[in-house]
């Protein structure tokens, strides 16, 4: 399946990285942003709502051509300005042929 590239939007990805912090504790935040071109829609689907139930209301799905190095748990900039942290996260990642599909949760703020 190829992708129209019209439907693709630029969305900004965030790695999750260990941070330290000056007592020694460690903490979770957000690496160095890069760029990606997917089309992002809302999560649905019976499939879907049998394996995440309640919480498909905030999912998405994004679906991208690039074969970057995502990992569940990165954090993807949606309705947010690049210079905030994410506002979805990484659940899940299914790989294709010519595409990757990612499924995306809202993170709780």
Wanted: hydrophobic share 30%; glycine share 6%.
């Amino acid at each position: 399946m190829r992708l129209r590239q019209r439907d693709l939007k630029t969305y900004t990805v965030k790695p999750r990285v260990p941070v330290k912090e000056n007592d020694g504790t460690t903490s979770t935040g957000w690496g160095e942003s890069r760029t990606i071109k997917a089309n992002v829609q809302p999560a649905g689907g019976k499939m879907m709502s049998e394996i995440y139930g309640e919480r498909l209301a905030y999912m998405a799905t994004a679906y991208t051509e690039t074969t970057s190095e995502i990992h569940e748990s990165d954090g993807l900039c949606i309705f947010v300005t690049s210079e905030m942290d994410p506002d979805y996260i990484v659940v899940a990642i299914r790989r294709w042929n010519t595409h990757t599909v990612f499924d995306l949760e809202k993170v709780k703020s």
